[in-house]
């Protein structure tokens, strides 16, 4: 800086007044954070990432420079002629002396922009498969934990509250907050996304917010949130607007819901119709249990009446007699071998008394044979009717046996069943009936119809 005498005028370099200037721009408060509409021409995108162009409409041209970390959180192509909303701050570039905006954060602005653009990155994620039906995952039937990401402050909060708490109370709601609306929206959105899936634990996400404007909506159509959708570990539901609203962020959910309140019908089963359901099927076993008995007695009855349990000895009779014949016919033939024997030896010793007398004392031997003989003969006919009587007493033990397997003889003893009218229920402990209850008791020969007028429980 050069202090010359020149009236007093200070003389300063181009370095120097460049300095000056940009410090003059950047305490400027109103410069530190504007919103500038305007159309892009010169656009270049540096091989570095960093975007170039300028902004102007009728009367003036601004230069800009969108550095890379902020261009590919933009979530739409940028290009000649494109109405925007570009968000950013005043700077100067010293090299050249020029001031420019520095650009943050921009959106297409007007509806024909903001369609058209809309309309080009549905098409890229199509192509790339995010919108595919073959990707969607089914709910979980019943959800444990489920994460809500919108706004604290909204009406979309507070009627996923109120539809999810009615509908499903055991549902463990968990609020994430979360900016939607603005230029911090779309990074808000994919942050809370990823802490829903892994810090929440969540089963299932609801993203969404209640209606607006298509600028105000511009949050879910942003490319970031809707690849975040896509990628979530866990199945989505989107409830974005109103019911004609339909987000890029609805079509790559799993589902999407018209609104808040429909998102959490779909979310939950109602908790009246599971009641509902459990009746039913409570019935359904029931009766069918009760066909079960119904069955099972029929087949009991039919067992019943078959000959080995109404008359169980007649098993057991014919194995008697055939013993009993057996047995005799074994006396008999004992009877008729010693007759035969004996028949021989008085034939036999009349001969040879008649052939020679002194064969006496042979004869005696032969007589001594005899009874020896004979005393066998009776130990055989002893020892078959020995046998005769322990399989005779084998016999009427099994028969025995028989007779108190035959279920009737324990009702014929004076036991019986009884069962509840109202369910056909078998009554087994004086708690099962009250007093003034029909109750039904079967008895060996017939059913009674009965009411229970007290109660008496047995003391231990």
Request: aromatic share 4%.
């Amino acid at each position: 800086m050069d202090n010359g005498s020149s009236a007093g005028r200070v003389t300063l370099s181009v370095s120097e007044l460049t300095a000056y200037v940009k410090r003059l721009i950047e305490r400027d408060e109103l410069l530190a954070e504007v919103a500038i509409r305007g159309e892009i021409s010169n656009f270049i995108r540096h091989r570095s990432g960093h975007l170039y162009f300028s902004l102007k409409d009728d009367a003036s041209q601004l230069s800009c420079v969108c550095f890379r970390g902020d261009a590919w959180r933009l979530g739409f192509e940028p290009e000649d002629g494109q109405q925007v909303v570009a968000h950013g701050s005043i700077g100067v570039y010293e090299r050249r002396g020029v001031y420019q905006l520095v650009v943050r954060a921009m959106r297409p602005d007007g509806a024909g922009e903001l369609a058209e653009a809309i309309a080009k990155l549905r098409a890229k994620l199509e192509a790339e498969g995010l919108f595919d039906p073959s990707h969607k995952r089914a709910l979980p039937r019943y959800p444990r934990r489920i994460a809500l990401v919108t706004s604290l402050t909204g009406a979309a909060v507070r009627d996923l509250v109120s539809v999810i708490s009615r509908r499903f109370p055991p549902a463990h709601l968990i609020a994430v907050p979360t900016t939607v609306q603005g230029e911090t929206a779309p990074e808000s959105i994919v942050g809370s996304l990823r802490l829903a899936a892994t810090v929440c634990a969540a089963d299932l996400v609801i993203v969404g917010r209640g209606g607006g404007s298509l600028e105000d909506l511009w949050a879910f159509y942003d490319e970031r949130v809707v690849r975040a959708v896509f990628a979530c570990p866990v199945p989505v539901i989107s409830a974005v607007g109103h019911e004609t609203d339909v987000s890029l962020c609805d079509e790559a959910a799993d589902l999407r819901a018209p609104t808040p309140s429909a998102a959490g019908e779909l979310a939950v089963p109602d908790v009246r119709d599971l009641i509902v359901d459990l009746e039913q099927l409570g019935a359904r076993a029931s009766a069918a249990l009760l066909h079960r008995v119904k069955l099972a007695g029929s087949r009991l009855a039919a067992a019943c009446e078959r000959p080995v349990l109404s008359r169980p000895g007649a098993m057991v009779e014919p194995r008697w007699q055939r013993l009993d014949e057996a047995g005799v016919r074994a006396v008999r033939g004992a009877h008729l071998a010693i007759e035969r024997l004996e028949g021989r030896l008085s034939r036999s010793s009349l001969a040879l008394r008649a052939f020679d007398p002194r064969l006496g004392r042979r004869l005696n031997v032969m007589n001594r044979q005899g009874a020896r003989v004979e005393d066998a003969s009776r130990q055989a006919r002893a020892a078959v009717m020995r046998r005769t009587h322990q399989l005779s007493a084998r016999l009427a033990s099994a028969q025995a046996s028989l007779r108190a397997l035959d279920p009737r003889r324990v009702v014929e003893r004076g036991f019986a069943l009884v069962w509840r009218d109202r369910d056909h229920r078998l009554v087994r402990a004086v708690a099962d009936v009250d007093e003034g209850e029909g109750i039904h008791v079967s008895v060996a020969d017939g059913e009674i119809d009965a009411t229970v007028t007290g109660r008496t429980e047995c003391a231990d």
